[in-house]
């Protein structure tokens, strides 16, 4: 009886540690490959961190990767400000209206963002017109472009909390339906903000072809730019770039793990005396 | 806590005119009127599907009337949002905020209402005394009973101290012992702050039990509003005496008020059937059994439920009847035994249907 059951841990850890290692070499080779590559001296040995000083001195660089930034800061506020609201809203009182407000924001992953960029570009004439050339009116775009992800985030998280009776005892209570929002909803549907909020950085750190053909310059468009000049900056860049959407995924995992943390450590307790429990975390 | 410690409120009168409301082709409600007396607690008590819930909602605002009005004190309220109503609501399911801890929730409103600080902090310890959970303030809903849940949610209610109380049965998720437990808990508070509350239930007893007054419900409307006993002794209508308590139906014939009903004759309460065919209302207390070789009934069962005891019957002419006795008497009939039915009564409600 344990023997088969021995022989079955070891053969699954084995297989564990063999998928990890794989899947490991996987990543982390180009990753490995492009930090070499940067840091390579100009004779062809030695080392060198000109290229990752770009980063932080070269002026069109900088611009670029401030501009993503800000980019991303203005697409999440955009995202939650826009879908939040509306999600609520449509959940409480519209509910006739929720398959069409689905569709709607799950359109943009049906079209190919070539398509987007061509149908929308006459519009961003006259957005243009209106609010001037800088690159931070990509926002808009943007917003769209993160809608189908953000959505399901965000529509999984409202799933698994009882909207209608919270927002009706906060009303009750004398909320306004801002404070409902603000007070009610939000709070508990953290991990999914927080999720919605980091796919959607990082769609707008790596995005392209909008940013390209709409002629604005974000960091990919410099990024592709030094490809052809500067080969070094441009896979510093695009490291920095990756690293900075790890980071920003670590801490998400972390910020879930202490909300989740929170509530569980409360219940242990009572999760103890279960003799079933046990055997869960045993 | 006594209750000169509570800051309480005189409770208002609420009255509920002419409701209407319909749901894609279901009347919900079809006109109810209901009047709550400064500081009574009313119960709404009907059958599934009456429109118990639907008349809450619109007392609270978290829904619109077709047609109607609400009026709290002298105010009209039907046209005012939830949030300026100033009620305090206990749902059916669990509604406490997650992400807030017992004391947290119990000072949401006050919060919203810029009480300050310490002020708020101390009166929500003093509602959750109130309900006898100031021990548990500092936990998260995850970690509280059903129970508790409930009575955080009614101190909540209350921290407000609302104009009304509205409770849409609030202990049906519970089980039958902390249910009567915590019913009692809610008749104390409420006693206790003197606030006008609308208790919605479709549990009879909770209803007959802790209100000063019950009305029940048919089809969206209201049937009787009465007081337990009289609800239970004098129903004004066939559904009510029906719906009430346990109920024999025994075809009868009425003569100028008069019914006979098993070999006894009778005077009939309702006026709507004053001669012919009609059935009687008949209690299973009003009936009493009695063996004896002569009688032409027989047993069918005998159940002991400890202070009373139920014998259900059939007569010669093949109507089941039920039967209460508090004796321990009756629970030495046997199954089968000859027995004669007696009517202790002397007025009935008869029903032409
Ligand atoms: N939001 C709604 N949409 C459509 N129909 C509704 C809605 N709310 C209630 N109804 C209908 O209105 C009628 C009354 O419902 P209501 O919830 O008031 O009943 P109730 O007396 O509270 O019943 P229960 O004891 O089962 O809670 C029912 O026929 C119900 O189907
Ligand atoms: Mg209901």
């Known amino acids: ?282 | 806590m006594s209750a000169s410690a509570l800051e309480t409120r005189e409770g208002v009168e609420v009255r509920l005119e002419g409701l209407h409301r319909e749901f894609s082709g279901v009347r919900a409600l079809d006109g109810l009127d209901l009047t709550l007396r400064p500081g009574e607690l009313v119960a709404l008590l009907g059958p599934s599907g009456c429109g118990k819930t639907t008349a809450l909602r619109l007392v609270a605002g978290l829904d619109d009337p077709d047609s109607g009005r609400v009026v709290v004190g002298d105010r009209d309220v039907t046209h005012v949002p939830a949030n300026r109503r100033d009620m305090g609501m206990v749902f059916q399911a669990y509604s406490l905020f997650p992400h807030l801890t017992a004391q947290q929730n119990v000072e949401f409103g006050l919060k919203l209402r810029r009480v300050d600080r310490s002020k708020r902090a101390g009166r929500a310890r003093q509602m959750l005394e109130l309900v006898g959970l100031a021990s548990q303030a500092d936990r998260f809903a995850s970690q509280l009973s059903g129970g508790q849940q409930q009575r955080v949610a009614l101190a909540r209610a209350l921290a407000i101290q609302p104009a009304v109380l509205l409770l849409d049965e609030p202990l049906s998720a519970l089980d039958a012992k902390v249910r009567a437990q915590l019913r009692d808990e809610i008749r104390r508070v409420q006693l206790e702050v003197g606030t006008t509350t609308l208790f919605v239930t479709h549990d009879q007893e909770e209803a007959l039990s802790i209100s000063d007054r019950v009305g029940v419900m048919n089809q969206g409307r209201l049937e009787q509003l009465a007081p337990p006993e009289e609800l239970y002794t004098a129903p004004s209508t066939a559904f009510v005496a029906a719906f009430v308590g346990l109920m024999n139906r025994i075809p009868c014939r009425v003569e100028a008020g008069r019914a006979s009903v098993l070999g006894a004759t009778v005077r009939v309460t309702d006026r709507s059937v004053t001669s012919g065919e009609g059935i009687a209302m008949v209690r299973p207390e009003q009936l009493v059994v009695e063996a004896s070789d002569a009688g032409s009934a027989e047993v069918l069962q005998v159940s002991f439920l400890g202070s009373v005891t139920h014998v259900r019957v059939r007569t010669a002419d093949g109507h089941e009847l039920l039967s209460q006795a508090n004796g321990a008497e009756a629970a030495r009939l046997t199954v089968h035994t000859p027995v004669r039915v007696r009517l202790v009564a002397d007025q009935l409600l008869v029903s032409s249907d």
Not at chain 1, 108 to 121: C, D, K, N, Q, S
Not at chain 1, 161 to 182: C, N, P, Q
Request: proline share 4%; with cysteine; net charge positive.
């Open chain 1, 1 to 282: 009886m344990t023997l088969p059951r021995q022989r079955r841990a070891r053969r699954q850890r084995a297989f564990r540690i063999v998928t990890f290692v794989v899947l490991g070499a996987f990543f982390l080779i180009p990753l490995v490959s492009m930090v070499d590559f940067s840091t390579r001296g100009t004779a062809g040995s030695g080392r060198t961190g000109e290229a990752w000083g770009a980063l932080l001195h070269d002026p069109e660089l900088t611009a670029a990767i401030i501009t993503s930034l800000e980019l991303a800061a203005l697409t999440v506020i955009g995202m939650v400000l826009l879908l939040v609201p509306t999600m609520v809203w449509v959940r409480l009182r519209v509910q006739w209206a929720a398959r069409m407000v689905e569709f709607l924001c799950l359109l943009p992953l049906t079209i190919p963002a070539l398509v987007i960029v061509v149908g929308i570009a006459p519009v961003y004439a006259w957005v243009t017109y209106f609010l001037g050339g800088s690159a931070l009116t990509l926002t808009f775009a943007y917003v769209v472009l993160v809608l189908p992800y953000a959505f399901r985030s965000l529509d999984a998280g409202l799933s698994a909390i009882d909207l209608t009776t919270l927002s009706e005892a906060a009303r009750s209570l004398g909320a306004g339906w801002f404070t409902v929002i603000a007070r009610v909803v939000v709070p508990n549907i953290v991990s999914a903000l927080l999720s919605a909020a980091f796919i959607s950085v990082a769609l707008v750190l790596g995005e392209f072809t909008f940013a390209s053909l709409l002629h604005y310059d974000n960091l990919q468009v410099v990024i592709a730019f030094f490809g052809k000049s500067n080969a070094k900056v441009s896979v510093s860049a695009s490291l920095a770039a990756l690293i900075f959407g790890f980071v920003l995924l670590l801490l998400l995992s972390l910020l879930g793990r202490g909300r989740k943390g929170r509530r569980t450590t409360a219940i242990e307790p009572l999760a103890v005396t279960t003799p079933a429990g046990k055997e869960v975390k045993g």
